[in-house]
Antibody, heavy 122, light 111 residues
Framework: QLQLQESGPGLVKPWETLSLTCTVS??????????WGWIRQPPGKGLEWIGSIHYSGNAYYNPSLKSRVTIFVDTSQNQVSLKLSSVTAAESAVYYC??????????????WGQGTMVTLSS | QSVLTQPPSVSGAPGQRITISCTGS?????????VHWYQQLPGIAPKLLIFANSNRPSGVPDRFSGSKSGTSASLAITGLQAEDEADYYC???????????FGGGTKLTVL
């Protein structure tokens, strides 16, 4: 059974780079054709899609974040990572990684990690 | 202000039927992009409830159903149960913005 687990610093200073990792267990990223995504949710607010990537490296990003976001895959570690630069306090949120249902990045997210809270504060 | 509009809250008594609407536009739902629905219990990650407008993943009770028409979609829950109390989000793709968009979420209260 596929499981996703996010990890990374819970506290990041404003204007620094937020770095998170999603470790996939119960299956290989390389052997599947799925896309993997990152979504965030500020406390008490709704969901925002950050971006999605295939293990081949093909990636799609939210245009509003595109200049600051990088998502990449490490197949040797079975991980999907997120880097978001020049973060501001308004980007404090729970960050989720999730798997797309099929082999299209336009498929729903069917498996989610538990999420990790990242607070932006000096 | 979300691209997909949902009512902030709905409520119903146990056993009743409720619906949650998701209103979009010609650049997302109206263009033919699929609508997906998620249930989020307090403090828990979202769970996929309905995919591609009306399909239920394995394990989701048939009390939950989805439909789509024109620029809108709906989630219906029949036989309301206390455990259904949660936030519900719709999701679709917007071709004008080139982005996955979520509705603002609807809080379901079981009276």
């Amino acid at each position: 059974q596929l499981q996703l687990q996010e990890s990374g610093p819970g506290l990041v200073k404003p204007w620094e780079t937020l770095s998170l990792t999603c470790t996939v267990s119960g299956g290989s990223i390389r052997s599947s054709s799925y896309y993997w995504g990152w979504i965030r949710q500020p406390p008490g607010k709704g969901l925002e899609w950050i971006g999605s990537i295939h293990y081949s490296g093909n990636a799609y990003y939210n245009p509003s974040l595109k200049s600051r976001v990088t998502i990449f895959v490490d197949t040797s570690q079975n991980q999907v990572s997120l880097k978001l630069s020049s973060v501001t306090a308004a980007e404090s949120a729970v960050y989720y990684c999730a798997k797309h249902l099929g082999n299209s990045w336009l498929d729903a997210f069917d498996i989610w990690g538990q999420g990790t809270m990242v607070t932006l504060s000096s | 202000q979300s691209v997909l509009t949902q009512p902030p809250s709905v409520s119903g008594a146990p056993g009743q039927r409720i619906t949650i609407s998701c209103t979009g536009s010609s650049s997302n739902i109206g263009t033919g992009y699929d609508v997906h629905w998620y249930q989020q219990l307090p403090g828990i990650a979202p769970k996929l409830l309905i995919f591609a407008n009306s399909n239920r993943p394995s394990g989701v009770p048939d009390r939950f159903s989805g439909s789509k028409s024109g620029t809108s979609a709906s989630l219906a829950i029949t036989g309301l149960q206390a455990e259904d109390e949660a936030d519900y989000y719709c999701q679709s793709y917007d071709s004008s913005l080139s982005v996955w968009v979520f509705g603002g979420g609807t809080k379901l209260t079981v009276l």
